[in-house]
């Protein structure tokens, strides 16, 4: 099977689509698929990354056109978040592709509606868009949204009457080291305990939030013993400003850059600080409950739903950490049950439907 995928990576986007596309990725390619991906090179783009996973990568031309915040009067409302207009990155698309005929196009990018998916069917026989906003058209044969709680219902008018949707939590996109360490990290949080915390606000956090949630857990009840571990990624801007400030912490404090032991990491965590990104499937599936801040619009609906279930404690804003480990500290079995609502979240075989309906398609 031939595979080919457009998905983006940048300071003003995150990582996210790229990585969840890397995770399906992997799975294809374990089961033979050639996959090739096609990015254009922003600021933060993970062309590094995809090569050392093994896939090929076609770079299109720089972005000539300002980022712009989403705006609701534009078709789609994230038009100017593509660097280009549509036409222009189809046509640039095409060429990196050189005429190649591909069993399957993954398109996982909110600039992106039916008008580039429609001309993209020359040479893709089959289209899959992943998507979590549902607030275009598309033209594609499977929809793919991990959203928890989300239904077919949201998407009935934005697809063509025979897509195949798969919707829900459980077809999270989830690594296998995830899978392989599910049992370990659901045995250690039968005894709750506080001793070690994961900070991890997004690949790139171009707000340093990361900063301002080290300076608001200063006064924190956080015990004296908890060994603090912070994740960033290598294009976050603020690294060398967080490796200061950690030098002046209450804490033992280590900073990590463009970890690959993600899934070890969480599982050896009693708590996290983390965005409503799709980091969020992982921390749930190994029942490592979290302290979650919205970090963008997009990801209200997820933080919301995912404090519902009692699975995350939602903050409002940053500040809020010191009254949430407050609320942590008094209580001995709020960890636990925490970890208990996040474990039935997702069972961990989304990558297998996924790939038994693309296969299915495919015939």
């Known amino acids: ?14 990582i996210g689509h790229v990585m969840r596309c890397l995770t399906l990725a992997n799975a294809l390619k374990m089961k033979g698929a050639e996959v090739s991906f096609v990015c254009r090179p922003f600021t933060g783009q993970l062309g590094e990354r995809i090569a050392a996973e093994g896939h090929r990568l076609y770079l299109l031309s720089p972005p000539t056109q300002t980022i712009k915040p989403p705006d609701p009067k534009q078709t789609p409302p994230h038009a100017a978040w593509l660097g280009e207009t549509w036409e222009t990155d189809l046509a640039q698309t095409q060429i990196a592709l050189n005429g190649k005929q591909f069993d399957w196009l993954i398109v996982d990018h909110y600039s992106l509606d039916n008008r580039w998916e429609n001309e993209m069917r020359k040479i893709a026989g089959s289209i899959m868009v992943i998507d979590d906003l549902a607030d275009r058209r598309h033209d594609c044969d499977l929809l793919l949204d991990q959203t928890l709680g989300r239904n077919e219902g949201k998407y009935q008018h934005w697809v063509t ?10 077809y999270a996109l989830l690594r296998p080291e995830f899978v392989e360490l599910r049992e370990y ?9 506080m001793k070690h915390l ?16 080290l300076d608001a857990l200063q006064t924190s009840l956080l015990p004296s013993y908890c060994h603090i571990t912070v994740v960033m990624g290598e294009n976050a801007p603020w690294i060398d400003s967080v490796c200061e400030q950690v030098k002046k912490m209450s804490w033992p404090i280590e900073i990590k850059v463009n970890v690959v032991n993600m899934a070890q990491l969480m ?3 009693d708590l996290a600080i983390g965005a409503a990104g799709s980091a969020s499937w992982e921390r749930c599936f190994l029942g490592l409950p979290t302290l979650m801040i919205v970090l963008a619009e997009n990801q209200l609906d997820l933080g919301i739903v995912l404090e519902q279930k009692q699975a995350v404690i939602l903050l409002d804003k940053i500040s809020d950490v010191k009254k949430a480990i407050e609320s942590l500290f008094y209580s001995d079995d ?21 790939l038994e309906n693309m296969e299915k398609l495919c015939a």
């Open 1 to 14: 099977m031939r595979v080919a995928i457009r998905a983006d990576a940048a300071t003003h986007m995150g």
């Open 334 to 354: 709020k960890l636990k049950s925490m970890s208990q609502a996040c474990k039935n979240i997702t069972d961990g075989f989304g990558v297998k439907i996924i």
């Open 198 to 213: 994961l900070i991890c606000m997004g690949g790139i956090d171009q707000s340093n939030s990361t900063g301002q949630m």
């Open 185 to 193: 990290s659901l045995k250690r949080r039968e005894k709750s305990e």
């Open 267 to 269: 599982a050896d965590s």
């Open 161 to 170: 009457e025979n897509c195949t949707l798969l919707t829900g939590s459980k």
